[in-house]
């Protein structure tokens, strides 16, 4: 997310439900498989199991406490994205947390995505700096690495019988990723080749996936266009075009935000032929009636690309609140409950 720059301007700046044929009443699976054609609403929630551990609790509109992740599905959301690093410290999102998680998820029917940063921490347009591990790798040395850890955390994933339906190489990566060796406006070659060697690693363990190359700033079709160019050019391959979309970084109003990025993604259907996808979006949690609007009609653009290459939406840490490592970008109010900017999502 932006959050990684939203640090930097802070700090320095169906589901198919089984029933039971031997009884008239319906049982509750423990694994729900979901149904792919429909329309991706959800969240990244990759922070609960800190939030947890730190002892903060999540309430339903009514003030009842309830386990984050059912919660956002009560609200109507069918997806959970969860991002991956290397060798954090402390270990939120690496390898073992992101599992946890994904089990979670999978036993509440939810649909999953997995956000690669390929790094040790936060990764976005202002900094995609190699794991500690990787540090001294050159590119053929860093396109084994990327193979190696998304073949690792996949098959993890998959010996828990957790099966994600989209799979992002590399988060918000406007200037290529592993900093500098593939920084794209110095090496678009050696960036297509890392988005292939991460794209191979995810079609050997789950063929089905969706591969998502991730930008941010959805709104500005110059950068998409200059990225995808390139990456074409260079023989890069994945499936989905993924985009984040944040008003606050948009110098607009989110109106002007939501219109540019709609005819944004048409552009990349038309001339990638690829479909699209609103990976990250948010807002001030103290604007929920205006972040509301602001999301139903992200959600009907969405709906609305051509040829229903439109994938979802998915809001960023929307149970972030109370000032949560200074991020305000929520839609739960301080007292842990959401507002009604999340109602779009059960429309």
Same mark, same amino acid.
């Given at each position: ?135 001294? =790798? ?25 099966? @994600? ?118 807002? @001030? ?25 439109? =994938? ?36």
């Amino acid at each position: 997310m932006n959050l990684k720059r939203y640090f930097h301007f802070l700090m320095a700046s169906v589901l198919l439900i089984s029933c039971s044929n031997n009884t008239p009443t319906p049982v509750e699976p423990t694994h729900v498989t979901p149904v792919a054609s429909t329309f991706a609403k959800g969240a990244d929630i990759s922070w609960i199991t800190e939030m947890e551990a730190k002892g903060i609790k999540f309430y339903n509109a009514s003030g009842t406490q309830m386990e984050g992740m059912a919660l956002m599905k009560s609200l109507g959301m069918n997806t959970i994205r969860l991002r991956v690093w290397v060798n954090p410290s402390p270990a939120y999102n690496d390898k073992a947390d992101v599992v946890a998680k994904a089990i979670r998820a999978k036993n509440l029917g939810m649909r999953i995505m997995i956000d690669f940063h390929y790094s040790d921490n936060w990764a976005d347009p202002g900094k995609q700096a190699k794991p500690a591990a990787w540090a001294n =790798l050159d590119l053929a040395g860093l396109k084994t690495a990327i193979a190696n850890h998304t073949t690792d955390v996949l098959n993890e994933l998959k010996k828990n019988n957790v099966t @994600p339906e989209w799979v992002q190489v590399g988060n918000e990566t406007n200037d290529g990723m592993l900093w500098p060796t593939g920084r794209a406006s110095t090496n678009m070659s050696g960036f297509a080749q890392m988005i292939n060697a991460g794209y191979d690693a995810v079609k050997a363990v789950f063929p089905q996936a969706k591969v998502i190359v991730h930008l941010a700033n959805g709104y500005d079709n110059s950068l998409f266009r200059w990225m995808f160019d390139g990456l074409k050019s260079n023989g890069a391959k994945y499936d989905v075009i993924g985009m984040s979309l944040y008003p606050t970084w948009a110098n607009s109003t989110w109106q002007v935000a939501n219109q540019n990025c709609l005819n944004n993604m048409n552009d990349m259907v038309s001339r990638y032929g690829k479909e699209v996808m609103i990976v990250e979006i948010g807002m @001030p949690w103290d604007q929920a009636t205006e972040c509301q609007a602001f999301i139903k009609d992200i959600i009907t653009k969405t709906k609305s690309v051509s040829g229903s290459k439109g =994938l979802g939406v998915l809001y960023w840490e929307p149970q972030a609140y109370n000032n949560w490592v200074g991020y305000t970008l929520g839609a739960f109010d301080n007292s842990g409950k959401p507002t009604v900017a999340l109602n779009s999502f059960a429309d």
